[in-house]
């Protein structure tokens, strides 16, 4: 079956620290990835995502690389603030209409310490 | 712009009592969803809908129910409420499956002595 495997937190860093959050999955097929960030009291808000191998989603400073290789989707951001703390869940879809499947990773909790 | 909105925020029951919680999106969505979120679990999807009129069971059905008999609501029930569905329930929505993003409401925080 599909899954979704990413480090286990939680991670605590300084301002302007430099992150990775690793993701690796398990698929059948070729699967979309994304990462969702929750941040306190909230539900998960979509952060980035890439649909095809070599794709790099980027958004508020954050990347990750769709590695089909080495089937992972790491999350990096080179200078990290206060206001990232926050969950992060890496997730893979896969198919469509009524087999459509979206799997989440157990998520990572992020603490930026000022 | 609402987005996704569920009701209500927080509830708490005793043991076989039943609830139903409501889910309701503005943004003219085919699929949604509901899903529990445990410490150390992640996210695990209960059911899912790919249109109005239609429920397809997730990865952790048992003890739930769903009804989506109109598009833009999508009500999840508990018939026999039991101590391991304490749980944050969150809704979804999403245009179509595939790499469609998924909107999420802020959840209910359920706890069942």
């Known amino acids: 079956g599909n899954s979704v495997t990413q480090m286990e937190g939680p991670v605590t860093l300084s301002e302007e620290a430099f992150l990775t959050i690793n993701c690796t999955y398990t698929?059948?097929?070729?699967?979309?990835l994304f990462w969702y960030v929750q941040y306190p009291g909230e539900g998960l808000q979509l952060l980035l995502k890439?649909?095809?191998?070599?794709d790099k989603g980027s958004n508020k400073g954050f990347e990750a690389t769709y590695r089909k290789e080495t089937t992972s989707f790491h999350l990096e951001k080179g200078s990290v603030q206060v206001s990232d703390s926050a969950v992060y869940f890496c997730?893979?879809?896969?198919?469509?209409?009524?087999?459509?499947?979206?799997?989440f990773g157990k998520g990572t909790l992020l603490t930026v310490n000022p | 712009n609402a987005g996704v909105t569920q009701t209500p925020k927080f509830r708490v029951l005793k043991t076989g009592q039943s609830m139903t919680l409501l889910c309701a999106q503005d943004?003219?969505?085919?699929?949604m969803y509901w899903y529990r979120q445990d410490p150390g679990m992640g996210l695990r999807l209960i059911h899912y809908?790919?249109?109005?009129?239609?429920?397809a069971k997730g990865e952790v059905p048992d003890g739930y129910n769903v009804s989506r008999l109109k598009k833009q609501n999508f009500l999840l029930g508990l018939e026999s409420a039991a101590p391991s569905q304490t749980s944050v329930y969150f809704c979804?929505?999403?245009?179509?499956?595939?790499?469609?993003?998924?909107?999420f409401g802020n959840g209910t925080r359920l706890t069942v002595t």
């Open positions: 943004m003219n969505h085919e699929y």
């Open positions: 698929a059948t097929g070729y699967p979309s």
């Open positions: 997730a893979l879809s896969i198919g469509g209409g009524s087999n459509y499947k979206l799997t």
């Open positions: 979804a929505s999403s245009y179509a499956g595939g790499n469609s993003p998924l909107h």
């Open positions: 809908s790919v249109g109005e009129g239609t429920t």
């Open positions: 890439a649909t095809k191998a070599d």
